[in-house]
Every structure is written in C-alpha cells, then in structure tokens.
C-alpha cells in the first residue's frame, strides 16, 4: 500500500456513530421509561447537542468520505434529530415555540416523520448486519411506541422507554464490536455481518 493511500484513509466513523446514538437514546429513554426522577428530564439535552447531536453529525460526514452511503445517511440524520429535538425542547423552554394545547401534536407530527424515515432505513438495514437490523428494528418501534402516545393511544411514553433501551444496548454492541474487532484485529464481537463493519 503506498504512503499516499495510507494518507488518504480514515478511521472507521461507525462505531463512534453508534456510541453517540446509543448513549442519548439510553439517556433519553431512562426518562421516557420513568426509571429516573421526572425532574432530571432535561439532563439528554446537552447529549443531544453535543454526542448524539455534533459528534453523530461529524460521524455521518467521515461515512460520505469512506463511500457508505448507508453509513453517511443514518449519522447524518439521527445527529440531525438529536439537535433538532435538543433544539425544539430550549426554544419551547424560551418561548419561542408554543404549541398550546396541541403540544403532544405537534411533537407527534415531528416523531412520526422520523418515524417513517426510520422504515426505510430499517430495510436498509436488513442487507448490512444482523446486530444493525437489530438497532434499526428497535428504533422503528421506539419510533411507532412513541407517535402512539403522542396521539393519545397510550397512557405515556413507558413502552417507548423501555424499548428505546433495548436499542441503545443494541447499538452499544455493535459500537463495541468495531471497536473491539478493530483493535484486536480478529472477530472478538459477532456482528452477523456480510462484510466486517460496525455499520
């Protein structure tokens, strides 16, 4: 290999992706799950600008560099949520967003557009490895849980909770796993994989 090829490569953006996904959604999901006091409800928000939210993003920008289109998508817009969600949640604390009564609406709207963005990056999922169609899986229904409740169908975002923390251990695997198979140089974690990659 020559030194300009080695120049010109990168580190593999996976499993930080994940890790920053993994991490917020964990945190998150922690408070929709009721296992924390409600008034910590607001400790994702620095995560969701700055892990989930700009590292994800960096994350998703290194994908478009390596020539994963997959990779470059998913970060891209999960770090884009993050930051909008983070965004939305200060603006209503300022006032500079009021939905009223129609609060849970509006959210509603804003989850099930994610929600249906999710769908198809599940299927996407499903040729990449079986550890991220696990992932892709549990959001998709973390996503649907949560419209659920927003639109009144359920009693509270408990469900959600719970299962956003099924995937948030999901994604911590297969972060793990490129770490871990990179730097051990061999298989360490199975991702059930087509190739070897954390993404």
Do not use: R
């Amino acid at each position: 290999m020559s030194e300009n090829k080695k120049l010109n490569e990168i580190a593999d953006p996976g499993p930080l992706g994940l890790a920053a996904f993994a991490t917020t959604t964990f945190v998150l999901s922690l408070i929709n799950a009721q296992l924390v006091p409600a008034t910590v409800a607001d400790a994702f928000l620095t995560l969701g600008l700055f892990y989930g939210g700009l590292a994800q993003l960096l994350a998703g920008m290194w994908e478009f560099k390596k020539n994963n289109t997959f990779g470059a998508t998913a970060f891209t817009s999960y770090g884009a949520f993050w930051l909008a969600l983070a965004g939305m949640v200060y603006c209503e604390k300022l006032g500079l967003i009021n939905y009223g009564e129609d609060g849970a609406i509006g959210s509603g709207i804003f989850l099930l557009a994610w929600t249906i963005f999710t769908f198809y990056m599940w299927i996407g999922s499903m040729a990449v490895n079986k550890a991220l169609l696990y992932v892709f899986t549990t959001l998709l229904l973390t996503f649907i849980l949560l419209d659920l409740e927003k639109f009144g169908m359920l009693a509270d975002g408990v469900p959600a909770g719970f299962m956003g923390l099924a995937c948030a251990a999901g994604a911590w695997y297969a972060s793990a796993a490129g770490v871990i198979n990179s730097t051990h140089g061999k298989v360490v974690l199975p991702l059930g994989s087509k190739g070897n990659s954390a993404h």
